[in-house]
C-alpha cells in the first residue's frame, strides 16, 4: 500500500508518502513541503497546492490520500482559509480517481504517539523511530504530513479498527 498524507497549510503544505503493510514493513518514499508565497493572492496560493499536490499524485501514484480534517481554533479565519487548502487536496485527489481519508488530528497522534495531545517533536520522534530513520523529517509539516500517512496504514492493518472518527472515501 502507498499512501500520500497531506498536513494542509496555505503556506507551508506537508507532505509525506509511505510504503508498506503493518504488520510488516512500512518504509518512508518521499516527504517535504509545498511552499507559497504570502504576497500571493489566496486563489493564486490555492492553484498552487492544488497543482503540487496533483503532481504528487501523477508521479507517486499512491493507492490513498490521507489528509487531517480541519480543527476549529481559536482563530476562525485560519480555519477557514485550511479549509480551503484541504478543499484543493480533496479535489486533486477525487480528480485523479484516488482514494481518499480523512482523519482528525487527535486521532492520526493517537494511533503514531499513543496520545491524542501529543507535541509536534512527538510525533516527529515516533515517526522517525517506527520508520527507523535517524532523525525526525524536515520541516515539522513533512513531519506531521508523514504522521497522517502512518496513521492510515496503521489503522488498516490492524484487524477490526474500530474508529468513530475515520472516514475513508
Known sequence: MRVLGIDPGTA??????????WPGGVR????????????????????????????LISFY??????????????????????GHARGVVLLAAETA???????????????????????????GYMVAHILKLKSAPRPEDAADAVGVALAHVLLHGRPQVRSLTASVK
Open 12 to 21: 507551508a503544505m506537508g507532505f509525506g508518502i509511505v510504503e508498506g503493510r
Open 28 to 55: 518512508l518514499v518521499e516527504c517535504g513541503v509545498i511552499r507559497t508565497k504570502a504576497t500571493d493572492s489566496l486563489p493564486s496560493r490555492l492553484r498552487q497546492l492544488h497543482d503540487g499536490v496533483a503532481e
Open 61 to 82: 501514484q499512491p493507492d490513498c490520500v490521507a489528509v487531517e480534517t480541519a480543527f476549529h481554533g481559536k482563530n476562525v479565519r485560519t480555519t477557514l482559509v485550511l
Open 97 to 123: 480517481g484516488t482514494t481518499i481519508a480523512e482523519y482528525e488530528p487527535r486521532l492520526v497522534k493517537k494511533t503514531v504517539v499513543g496520545k491524542g495531545g501529543a507535541l509536534k517533536q512527538q510525533m
